[in-house]
């Protein structure tokens, strides 16, 4: 995934940890089984075009997913559009796949799921990465446990968006981003 996403989505002004390293983060996560159909949209938010992509979707499948079961659909060549979905199911394409299958796309194409209409379910993970500076959409460094947080690597807390959490006072920190450095000077504050 990291070989994927960082081409796209790695900020190269970010000087602060290593060039090599990842500096996008984890946006959004969840796990959901499709049931009734989910509308076309964009997960950006705001439509735009352009080669410069600030977010992108990851979705593993855990169980096969196909038309009947309610699998994903994207409209192709939607993310250059500049614009909201018109919700028009005429020309998708249907993303069908097995257990262990990885999809992945531009947070801009229009995209959504069929209905399942069988009574099976079909589990994936859907994670959204982002370039740093991304608001996200969870509050992961506030939510994740303590004890979670001690046994993370710099470069999984980095991931989780504790380098790029907003300075309380702008007279302590003005900068936004951070290096690994930020995790041991402020301990006590995770």
């Known amino acids: 995934i990291e070989s994927i996403l960082k081409p796209f989505l790695n900020d190269k002004y970010y000087r602060f940890i290593p060039e090599e390293e990842p500096n996008y983060i984890l946006n959004y996560f969840n796990a959901r089984s499709s049931g ?28 096969k997913s196909t038309i009947d079961n309610g699998c994903t659909i994207v409209v192709p060549g939607s993310h250059n559009s500049g614009k909201y979905t018109d919700r028009s199911t005429e ?4 993303l069908e796949g097995e257990p262990g299958d990885m999809i992945i796309w531009d ?22 990465f982002s370039q740093w500076w991304v608001k996200q959409a969870n509050d992961i460094p506030k939510g994740l446990e303590n004890y979670v947080y001690k046994t993370l690597t710099d470069k999984q807390k980095q991931l989780l968006g504790f380098l790029s959490i907003p300075p ?16 041991r000077d402020n301990v006590n504050e995770f």
Request: net charge neutral; glycine share 4%; proline share 3%.
């Open 91 to 94: 020309k998708v394409s249907y």
């Open 107 to 128: 947070s801009r194409i229009w995209h959504g799921t069929t209905e399942n209409i069988t009574s099976n379910t079909r589990w994936a993970i859907i994670s959204t």
């Open 36 to 63: 009734n159909k989910l509308d076309l949209h964009i997960d950006s938010h705001i439509p735009y075009v352009g080669e410069h992509i600030f977010m992108m979707q990851v979705v593993f499948l855990l169980e």
């Open 168 to 183: 309380k006072d702008p007279i302590v920190r003005v900068n936004t981003k951070c290096g690994y450095d930020f995790l």
